[in-house]
C-alpha cells in the first residue's frame, strides 16, 4: 500500500451509505455544523418533518462529531432503540461524515489539497461501510511506513485519551517500545509542551493531532509551520490518516464497547504487515 492509493479510498468512504439516504443527509450536515467546516456530500437533501428519530439521530451524531466521551447510557440506549439492528452501520456512517471533513481540512491547512474529493459522487449503496473502513481504509494506513513508529504510537495514544477510549488506552504498541518508546515518555504526553522526553517534531505532531481533534476549523500557523518543520508532505499525509485511523475508537467509545482486553496495567500489540492488529 502507498500513499497514493489512500485517496481512493476516501473517496469510496464518501460515497457510501447507512443503507438510509434521509439518514445519510441529516447525520452529514450535523457533523458538518458541529465541526464548523463543510459537510460531506449527501444523497439527498435534508428533510425537516420535525420526526423524533430524526432529533434523536441529530443528536448522537453532534455528540459523536464534538466529544464522543459525552454519549452516556440514556443517549445510546436511544440511538439504539431508534436505529435498530442497523446501529453498527449507522455508527460507521456517522463517523465518516465526522471525520472526512477533518482529513480534508488539516490537507488544506498543510498545501496537501483535498485527498479523495470529487465534485461529482457516484454513490455505492450496496458496499458495506463497516467492512470498507474496518478491513480496507484502517488497515490500509496501518501499513504505510513513512512515519517512525514511535511518533505514530504517541499520536495514537494522544488521540486515544481525547476520546477516552479504555481500550486503546490500555496497549503499547511493540515496535515503538523497542525503538525507544517508554512508560516515562507516554506519562508526558498528557502535558507535551512541558515534556523533556518528548522532541521537537513530537510535539509539532501533539500540536496538530489536538488541532484535528478538537479546532479543525481554525488550524493555527503556529500547527502548521510546526508540523512543515520536522516532517515532509507524505509524512504530514500519513500523519494525518493515523489520526483518522486511531478516530475510529470512537466507534466502539460510542457504542460502550471501548472496555480493555486487561484488569490492569497494560497489553501489547503490534501491527502485521497486512495492517491488522496482532495482540501478544
Not at 508526558?188 to 523533556?196: G, M
Request: with cysteine.
Amino acid at each position: 500500500m502507498t500513499h497514493h492509493e489512500l485517496p481512493e479510498r476516501l473517496a469510496g468512504l464518501v460515497a457510501l451509505s447507512s443503507g438510509n439516504d434521509s439518514a445519510d443527509a441529516l447525520i452529514r450536515l450535523t457533523c458538518g455544523r458541529a465541526l464548523s467546516l463543510p459537510p460531506l456530500p449527501a444523497p439527498v437533501d435534508v428533510a425537516d418533518d420535525g420526526r423524533e428519530a430524526d432529533a434523536v439521530l441529530a443528536a448522537f451524531a453532534e455528540q459523536f462529531a464534538t466529544d464522543v466521551s459525552g454519549i452516556g447510557d440514556n443517549q445510546r440506549k436511544r440511538f439504539l432503540a431508534t436505529v435498530g439492528d442497523n446501529a453498527l452501520r449507522t455508527v460507521v456512517a456517522v463517523f465518516i461524515a465526522d471525520f472526512i471533513p477533518r482529513v480534508w481540512a488539516g490537507c488544506e491547512a498543510l498545501d496537501l489539497g483535498k485527498p479523495g474529493y470529487m465534485a461529482e459522487v457516484a454513490w455505492d449503496g450496496d458496499t458495506d461501510p463497516v467492512k470498507a473502513l474496518l478491513n480496507g481504509f484502517v488497515p490500509a494506513v496501518a501499513r504505510l511506513h513513512s512515519l517512525d513508529s514511535v511518533t505514530t504510537e504517541i499520536v495514537r495514544l494522544r488521540g486515544a485519551a481525547a476520546h477516552h477510549c479504555r481500550l486503546c488506552q490500555s496497549l503499547r504498541e511493540t515496535h515503538a517500545l523497542e525503538a525507544g518508546g517508554s512508560e516515562d515518555m507516554y506519562r508526558q504526553i498528557a502535558d507535551f509542551e512541558a515534556a523533556d522526553a518528548l522532541s521537537g517534531a513530537h510535539k509539532a505532531a501533539l500540536r496538530y493531532v489536538d488541532a484535528l481533534i478538537w479546532s479543525p476549523s481554525q488550524i493555527s500557523p503556529r500547527v502548521v509551520g510546526g508540523m512543515r518543520k520536522h516532517f515532509s508532505g507524505e509524512q504530514m499525509f500519513e500523519l494525518t490518516l493515523d489520526v483518522m485511523r486511531n478516530a475510529a475508537n470512537k466507534i466502539a467509545v460510542s457504542l460502550g464497547a471501548d472496555a480493555p482486553r486487561v484488569a490492569g496495567g497494560t497489553e501489547r500489540y503490534e501491527v502485521d504487515e497486512a495492517g491488522q492488529t496482532v495482540f501478544a
